[in-house]
């Protein structure tokens, strides 16, 4: 007797609890990739696994470019290990605000976080969080791609400022100014005109590849 139908019931049971369960709340990664650019491949697989969105097909500018300005973040809070790893890193958390300075509004806006510019990259992360987290997807030609974490800005008209929380984690001791951690920098982009993906629509996407996966099993 044919066990496809059972394949198939077994397969819904997966769509359906991966809808129940939706896109992951947070999901760390670090700056992974060749060179330190981006995060790795590997690790991009995995944060879209996790239900967060990966953005392709955009370019990102510069941030100079659009006015925009970006003051130090303050640190809200932190917690410091004696012995830090990246698998057992120093946390922080800090708020940052940004402000359109520039002759354009943007719609949609989003800004990409590229190379850290002070510590190990393959050391410092960020704790991405459902809702305004994202990877950018930006092909580099025979290199492959690079993928960036970025944050979704909205809509942001001239001389208005957005702020957002970032939860870094580092996988080596972090500095101090008096008492002041010194966090992680990076160097920044902008995307625009990309609303922020609706969270179903990647549950849906997941739950119809392990779907899709189950019956190909099935085949065999």
Do not use: C
């Not at 060179?35 to 491949?41: D, F, L, N, R, T």
């Not at 953005?55 to 303050?74: K, N, R």
């Not at 850290?116 to 305004?132: E, F, H, M, Q, S």
């Amino acid at each position: 007797m044919s066990s496809r139908p059972w394949i198939a019931r077994w397969a819904m049971a997966i769509a359906a609890a991966l809808l129940l369960a939706g896109p992951a709340g947070a999901f760390p990664v670090v700056f992974d990739g060749a060179g330190g650019y981006g995060v790795s491949a590997a690790t991009a697989s995995s944060v879209s696994a996790a239900g967060f969105p990966i953005l392709q097909d955009a370019t990102v500018y510069s941030a100079s470019l659009f006015g925009l300005v970006i003051p130090a973040p303050d640190v809200l809070s932190s917690t410091i290990v004696a012995s830090p790893t990246v698998a057992h890193p120093n946390t922080a958390q800090s708020r940052w605000s940004v402000t359109n300075t520039g002759q354009t509004s943007l719609d949609g806006a989003w800004l990409v976080f590229l190379t850290p510019v002070t510590y190990d990259p393959a050391k410092v992360g960020i704790d991405l969080r459902a809702g305004n987290w994202a990877l950018v997807d930006v092909p580099v030609g025979e290199s492959g791609d690079y993928f960036y974490p970025a944050v979704f800005l909205g809509n942001l008209d001239t001389d208005e400022t957005v702020t957002f929380l970032m939860n870094h984690v580092v996988g080596q001791a972090l500095t101090q100014q008096g008492s002041t951690l010194v966090l992680p920098k990076y160097s920044v982009g902008v995307l625009q005109g990309v609303p922020v993906p609706e969270p179903s629509t990647f549950v849906l996407l997941a739950a119809g590849a392990a779907l899709v996966g189950v019956l190909r099993r099935g085949k065999d």
